[in-house]
């Protein structure tokens, strides 16, 4: 009944990771959206990371609170695969093969920043999606669709998909980049609008 969370790079959790684990990677907001989508403080978590960073897992869990993670993958996701186990992927594309292929009235596309961020500007077609909410947004999205992510670099996009994995979605495409790399492709995006409020 643990919690397995992955606190590799982005790039190497999408190439391979243990089904069922969650991305939090300890190079990104890794505090702020544990503390945020773990809600119950004591959560048996066993966690996966790069050797030699096991204690900095634990203390910086333990800064928001989670002071119990009951142990981690000794040797690393190598260990996992050397020894057989089944790996889960996400699916990647780049802003500039996306901007090729995208067709608002055909693929759906999910944006999982936060509703201000939305509201400033978005690739027109993309469905509010903010990954604050994730949970109580799942009756939104349907596990026979497939669905296109992305947010502002690529981090809380590939959070969300590893949740939507979880939950059993299985067609979903992570945007490499996000909005950053969007930005600079063909990709029509609504009118900025300045916002003053974080939500």
Known sequence: KALVID??????????????????????????WVGA?????????????????????????????????????????????EAGEKVETIDEVSAEEFAKIYDKSTMNLLDVR????????????????PLDFI????SEVKPENKYYMYCKSGYRSLLAASILKKQGFDKLVNI???????????????????QNTEL
């Open 176 to 194: 490499q980049g996000g909005m950053e790399e969007i930005v600079n492709t063909p990709l029509e995006l609504t009118e900025y609008v300045e």
């Open 114 to 129: 936060k509703c201000s961020e939305y509201n400033a500007e978005h690739v027109k077609g993309a469905m509010k999606f």
């Open 37 to 81: 989508l773990i809600e119950d403080l004591n959560t048996p978590i066993l966690f996966v990371c790069d050797k030699g960073r096991e204690e900095e897992v634990v203390v910086r869990l333990s800064r928001v609170g989670y002071d119990n993670p009951i142990g981690y993958l000794e040797g690393g996701f190598e260990s996992w695969k």
């Open 135 to 138: 949970y109580r947004e799942l």
């Open 7 to 32: 606190t590799r790079d982005k790039k190497d959790f999408a190439k391979g990771y243990i089904p069922g684990s969650l991305f939090f990677g300890l190079d990104g907001s890794f505090a702020q």
